[in-house]
Structures are given as structure tokens and as C-alpha cells.
T-cell receptor
Framework: DSGVTQTPKHLITATGQRVTLRCSPR?????VYWYQQSLDQGLQFLIQ???????AKGNILERFSAQQFPDLHSELNLSSLELGDSALYFC???????????????FGPGTRLTVL | DAKTTQPPSMDCAEGRAANLPCNHS???????VYWYRQIHSQGPQYIIH???NNETNEMASLIITEDRKSSTLILPHATLRDTAVYYC?????????????FGTGTRLKVLA
């Protein structure tokens, strides 16, 4: 158990819909990261937040957005869903320090999103 | 951003050492090498990281060449539970960004 929780575990929805995925980081971690893993794309970094502020952006679509709240939990919002958005979505957290010093990421169990 | 190259797959006999290589020939002087693994569809698990010295923890050892252009993750006594995809990652040091770029990894199969 990494200490990172994600809800829901599974989500099935239809094209065009909007969903929200939730992540609670490990106690004391200030950074939250979101990743998407689909069968043909591998693990893709989406976005990182540090103490409520966006720090780094990866291959995140404009239809997707995220935020980190004052209690440090984070939500990933996916809208106008398409079939290709079906994937595992992972959240990770870290202390948020400099590279090599407490920056190892701890991953949650993931949310499996299926878009029909 | 430094990129990494790993063999797509490897087999290892149970109880033997598994040596997983990674090439990161464009690594910068202040970039760290991290290793993670993913068992089936579980969330990736941190294993070890290093800068230039060899590192060891309860899970594995990390050997980084003197020129830092490659590294090897060593699982000293592989078990069936070590079957997983292993990712070697170089952490970009661009100011303010902390992107992890996962490649395709090495699929390690530990054989009974």
C-alpha cells in the first residue's frame, strides 16, 4: 500500500460525458502527478501540481483539466469523452523536493476508465 | 530531456540475479536516474535512484557507469513476484518542471 488513494476504482461512461477522478496523496506529500496509461501508449505524464499550483504539464488534452485543493487532494476532470480516452489513470505523490532528495513518486492503484 | 533505451524483454531464472540495462547517453550532469517497476496493471512502484555513485537498498542495486551514459539495475535473487515491467527514467532538471518520462521499459519474466 503506497498510501495514495484514488477513487473510483472503475468508471464506465459514454462518449461526450464528463467525469472526475479523485486522488488523495500520501500524508505530508506536496506534489501530485497524473498519468494516463492506455494499451498502445504506455505511461504518459499529464500534469503535476505542487502545493496547489501547477508545476509541469505533459501531454494533457485541452478537454482535460486538473486542480489541487488546499487540503492537497487533487481532481482530474475529463470532458467530452471519446472512445480513445479509455485508459488507466494513475495519480502519484511525492514530497516535491529537489531531484534525488525525496522526489520518488508513490503511485495509487489507478482508476480504470471505460468510455463506451 | 534525456531519453532512455531499454531492451523490450528479458527472462531470468528464479533465484538468479536479474541485470536490467539502461542506456541514457544524453544525460546531463545534474540529472538523476530513477528505476520503477509495474506489476501487471498496478501502480508503478519506486525501486531506487542515483546520481553517479552506485546505490543499494533492500530491493535492488543500481550501478551507474563512470561516464553516466548507462546504468544497470540488479535484483540479486529474482523471485516470481519480480515479474514486471521495469522502467528506467532520467529526471529532467529543467527549473520548475518535474516531468517523469516513462519509456516502454523492459518486461522481465522470472522463470520457475
Amino acid at each position: 500500500d503506497s498510501g495514495v488513494t484514488q477513487t473510483p476504482k472503475h468508471l464506465i461512461t459514454a462518449t461526450g460525458q464528463r467525469v472526475t477522478l479523485r486522488c488523495s496523496p500520501r500524508s505530508g506529500d506536496l506534489s501530485v502527478y497524473w498519468y494516463q496509461q492506455s494499451l498502445d501508449q504506455g505511461l504518459q505524464f499529464l500534469i503535476q501540481y505542487y502545493n496547489g499550483e501547477e508545476r509541469a504539464k505533459g501531454n494533457i488534452l485541452e478537454r482535460f483539466s486538473a486542480q489541487q485543493f488546499p487540503d492537497l487532494h487533487s481532481e482530474l476532470n475529463l470532458s467530452s469523452l471519446e472512445l480513445g480516452d479509455s485508459a488507466l489513470y494513475f495519480c502519484a505523490s511525492s514530497l516535491g523536493g529537489l531531484a534525488g532528495r525525496g522526489d520518488e513518486q508513490f503511485f495509487g492503484p489507478g482508476t480504470r476508465l471505460t468510455v463506451l | 530531456d534525456a531519453k532512455t533505451t531499454q531492451p523490450p524483454s528479458m527472462d531470468c531464472a528464479e533465484g538468479r540475479a536479474a541485470n536490467l540495462p539502461c542506456n541514457h547517453s544524453t544525460i546531463s550532469g545534474n540529472e538523476y536516474v530513477y528505476w520503477y517497476r509495474q506489476i501487471h496493471s498496478q501502480g508503478p512502484q519506486y525501486i531506487i535512484h542515483g546520481l553517479k555513485n552506485n546505490e543499494t537498498n533492500e530491493m535492488a542495486s543500481l550501478i551507474i557507469t563512470e561516464d553516466r551514459k548507462s546504468s544497470t539495475l540488479i535484483l540479486p535473487h529474482a523471485t516470481l513476484r519480480d515479474t514486471a515491467v521495469y522502467y528506467c527514467i532520467v529526471r529532467p532538471s529543467t527549473s520548475g518542471t518535474y516531468k517523469y518520462i516513462f519509456g516502454t521499459g523492459t518486461r522481465l519474466k522470472v522463470l520457475a
